[in-house]
């Protein structure tokens, strides 16, 4: 029942409640007092959880060491640690999660800026990185803002207004500090077994971020906004995104069985301009620091209800055990054939293998 018709149901009982007190008062009868309408909640719906995963090959881009053997590991293992919040009001919904990614040591922390080598060029077994990054979007319903149903036909449940940003701070030796906003549009459409998928064209602008090896007087004085960044923090142009995400039950399954799902994500944000934030030093080919269509994605995640299939429906995803596939290409904009000393290695053009991830990883989630 949406906000709407509960507020008018509510007034109805209140109103019926006087009629009745009237009559009585009209018999000579005691009177007892009208009952309050019960007070609705401002939110309709709010689901909080933490999870905890294991990630095997994770990657960072730049991050890489050379085997015994001579070939090149770009990969860490990540622990993720992550609370999500969602929560459903009368006119949309609001979506925050915020994830600690704990890395091995081929992902270094400062002072090292490469696995086991300081910026200095000294020998170091440096910990692993900590990375903290937040998101969160928001949806204002076109029925609900409008009291309509103009925007529901067929699979189309609704259409939204939607906003949101990210923030993420690492203490690697880059130190980056993303700031972006979105803003746009979601399509909502309805899938069977009571599954949906969001679809959202959007504007996407990374208004800030920090570089500390493009850092006027790292390397040598330069010129500030042109060969170097005065303080490090780099500006990039808005652009494109979309992004996708779906959930689905797996009710044609037998009724004993059917504790499974699966949903996925994923999000493509267009050339966001020079990936250094310094257009002079941008060459071409494997040289090249221009920013590409980035590609972040879980594809698939299978999820197995625990408290379900355990203690019954009165618990479902109270628990949940899952695995999933991860896919992120041209990782934060950077373009994976290119971007010499990053993602490639010059003047060879071999691939460092840190600018493109592709893991299984599982977890486990908790409701409370």
């Known amino acids: 029942m949406s906000f709407r018709f509960k507020a008018i149901a509510a007034a109805a009982l209140s109103l019926a409640t006087l009629a009745t007190g009237g009559l009585a008062q009209a018999a000579d009868l005691p009177v007892k007092a009208a009952k309050k309408a019960p007070?609705?909640?401002?939110?309709?719906?709010?689901?909080?959880?933490?999870?905890?995963?294991?990630?095997?090959?994770?990657?960072?881009?730049g991050m890489w060491s050379v085997r015994p053997d001579g070939s090149i590991n770009g990969t860490t293992a990540k622990q993720v640690y992550s609370f999500t919040h969602f929560d459903l009001w009368a006119y949309g919904?609001?979506?925050?999660?915020?994830?600690?990614?704990?890395?091995?040591?081929?992902?270094?922390?400062?002072?090292?800026?490469?696995?086991?080598?300081?910026?200095?060029?000294?020998?170091?077994?440096?910990?692993?990185?900590?990375?903290?990054?937040?998101?969160?979007?928001?949806?204002?319903?076109?029925?609900?803002?409008?009291?309509?149903?103009?925007?529901?036909?067929?699979?189309?449940?609704?259409?939204?207004?939607?906003?949101?940003?990210?923030?993420?701070?690492?203490?690697n030796f880059l130190a980056p500090a993303k700031r972006d906003v979105v803003a746009g549009l979601q399509f909502a459409f309805d899938l069977p077994y009571k599954g949906y998928i969001n679809v959202a064209p959007l504007m996407y602008w990374e208004f800030s971020n920090h570089n500390a090896f493009t850092q006027c007087g790292l390397f040598a004085p330069g010129v500030a906004g042109v060969t170097c960044n005065s303080d490090g923090n780099?500006?990039?142009?808005?652009?494109?995104?979309?992004?996708?995400?779906?959930?689905m039950d797996?009710?044609?399954?037998?009724?004993?069985?059917?504790?499974?799902?699966?949903?996925?994500?994923?999000?493509w944000y267009g050339p966001k301009g020079d990936s250094n934030g310094t257009p002079a030093l941008s060459g071409v080919g494997i040289l090249s620091t221009k920013s590409k269509t980035e590609l972040n994605s879980e594809p698939i995640r299978l999820t197995f209800d625990a408290s379900k299939a355990v203690w019954g429906d009165k618990y479902s995803h109270f628990v949940d055990l899952w695995v999933a596939y991860r896919y992120w290409q041209n990782k934060f904009g950077l373009d994976h054939n290119a971007m010499a000393g990053v993602c490639t290695i010059a003047p060879t053009g071999q691939s460092t293998k840190s600018c493109t991830e592709s893991t299984v990883y599982g977890g486990v989630t908790v409701k409370f």
Not at 40 to 60: A, C, E, N, Q, Y
Not at 234 to 247: G, K
Not at 250 to 267: H, T
Request: charged share 15%; glycine share 10%; with cysteine.
């Open 93 to 171: 919904t609001n979506f925050f999660t915020i994830s600690m990614f704990k890395s091995g040591h081929n992902d270094p922390a400062s002072p090292c800026s490469a696995p086991g080598v300081t910026i200095t060029g000294g020998a170091a077994d440096c910990a692993g990185a900590t990375e903290i990054y937040g998101l969160f979007r928001s949806t204002f319903g076109w029925n609900e803002i409008f009291n309509t149903k103009a925007f529901t036909m067929g699979p189309l449940h609704n259409i939204s207004f939607e906003v949101g940003m990210d923030a993420n701070t690492e203490n």
């Open 39 to 61: 007070d609705l909640p401002f939110f309709l719906v709010i689901d909080d959880r933490v999870s905890f995963s294991w990630m095997p090959k994770g990657t960072d881009p």
């Open 234 to 247: 780099v500006s990039y142009n808005p652009t494109w995104a979309v992004e996708i995400n779906y959930y």
């Open 250 to 267: 797996l009710g044609f399954l037998p009724p004993n069985m059917q504790f499974w799902s699966i949903s996925g994500r994923a999000g």
